[in-house]
C-alpha cells in the first residue's frame, strides 16, 4: 500500500465512514451513555488534561488511527492515564477498552515493593481507572502483553502505543512486546504509534531511546522486522521548535520541565516534544 504522508489522505483511504464517528460533534439530543468523541474530550474529569490537548491532539490523533466506538482497542503502557480518560469513555458501551503493559517477567525490579505493585497491576487498574473515568470497572480489562486471554488473540481492532516505544528498548523488550501485540490483532487491525522523534542525523546517544527520542526511520525498521508494514504517517503531532537535542533528554520539556526552573520560560516556549505518529498494519 502506497505510504501515506497527509492525515486526511491516511484517513480516507482506511475508511471515510471513520472521520464522520471521530468527528461528529453531537450536542442537543446526545445520549450520555453513548459519547461522542467530543464530548468525552470536555467532561470534567478531564480538568487537567486538557491544558495538553493543544500539544497532543487526542481528536485528530484518533482520527487518524480510525478508532472508533464500537472496537475493541488496546492502550499499551497507560501510564498516568490521560488517553485512558479519553479512550475508555469513549469505547465503553459499544466497543472495549483494554489496558496492556509489559510482561513483568522480562523485568529487573529494585526491591520487592515495586515488584509487587507491577505484578498487581493487572488487578487493580480497573478499579483505577473507573475512577479516573466514572466508567464501570468491569468495562475495563488490564493485562500484561503474554497474558491476554486466548478468546480475545486475533480479536483486537487497534492497539495504541504512546510514547513508549523507548521504554521497551531501553527495557531490552521491544521485539517480544511487538510480537506478542502482532498475536493480539484482528486480520484488519492495526498499531498507532505516537513517538518522541530524533533528527534523521542524530547521533546514536541522542536517538537510542535513552533520552527518550527514537528515528522514525528505525521505528519503522524495528516494525517491519516484527511483521509489521507501514500504511501512514501524519505530522498533527509535530513541533518543528523540538530541537531534541537536550543533555537531560525529552523529558527536559514540557511536561516534566526536568531542569526546573533553569531555562523554564525558553523550554515552555518550545513546548513539548517533537512526535512522529504512524499507523501500522499487520503483514500476512
Same mark, same amino acid.
Given at each position: 500500500?502506497?505510504? +501515506? /504522508? ?11 465512514? !471513520? ?10 439530543? &446526545? ?20 491544558? @495538553? ?10 482520527? /487518524? ?39 513483568? !517477567?522480562?523485568?529487573? /525490579? ?5 515488584? $509487587? ?40 481492532? @487497534? ?8 521504554? &521497551? ?8 512486546? +511487538? ?23 542524530? !547521533?546514536?546517544?541522542? !536517538? ?8 522514525? $526511520? ?9 511483521? /509489521? ?36 520560560? @525558553? ?18
Amino acid at each position: 500500500m502506497k505510504k +501515506l /504522508f497527509l492525515a486526511s489522505a491516511a484517513i480516507a483511504l482506511l475508511g471515510t465512514g !471513520s472521520i464522520a464517528a471521530a468527528k461528529h460533534h453531537e450536542k442537543d439530543g &446526545m445520549s450520555h451513555s453513548d459519547p461522542s468523541l467530543s464530548t468525552v474530550l470536555m467532561d470534567n474529569r478531564r480538568a487537567e488534561d486538557k491544558a @495538553r490537548d493543544g500539544d497532543r491532539h487526542p481528536e485528530q490523533t484518533l482520527a /487518524f488511527f480510525d478508532v472508533k466506538p464500537g472496537q475493541t482497542v488496546v492502550e499499551y503502557g497507560p501510564g498516568g492515564g490521560w488517553y485512558t480518560r479519553i479512550l475508555a469513555p469513549y469505547l465503553a458501551n459499544g466497543g472495549q477498552y483494554v489496558a496492556i503493559n509489559a510482561d513483568s !517477567s522480562t523485568t529487573d /525490579f529494585p526491591n520487592r515493593a515495586r515488584e $509487587a505493585r507491577t505484578k498487581g497491576w493487572p488487578e487493580s487498574f480497573p478499579a483505577t481507572a473507573a475512577k479516573w473515568t466514572g466508567v464501570d470497572a468491569k468495562k475495563i480489562m488490564a493485562y500484561e502483553s503474554d497474558e491476554l486471554p486466548d478468546a480475545m488473540k486475533g480479536k483486537v481492532d @487497534r492497539i495504541l502505543i504512546f510514547r513508549s516505544l523507548h521504554g &521497551m528498548l531501553n527495557g531490552n523488550r521491544a521485539d517480544s512486546e +511487538l510480537r506478542a501485540m502482532r498475536e493480539m490483532l484482528a486480520d484488519d487491525g492495526m498499531v498507532g504509534v505516537v513517538q518522541h522523534r530524533a533528527k534523521p542525523g542524530a !547521533s546514536y546517544a541522542m !536517538s537510542n531511546g535513552s533520552k527518550g527520542y527514537l528515528k522514525q $526511520a528505525s521505528v519503522v525498521a524495528l516494525f517491519e522486522l516484527n511483521g /509489521f508494514e507501514l500504511v501512514g504517517e501524519s505530522e498533527v503531532n509535530a513541533n518543528p521548535k523540538d530541537m531534541s537535542d537536550y543533555p537531560g533528554g525529552v523529558w527536559t520539556l514540557p511536561p516534566v520541565l526536568g531542569s526546573g526552573d533553569a531555562d523554564k520560560a @525558553r523550554y515552555e516556549a518550545i513546548g513539548e516534544s517533537d512526535r512522529m505518529t504512524l499507523l501500522f498494519k499487520k503483514r500476512p
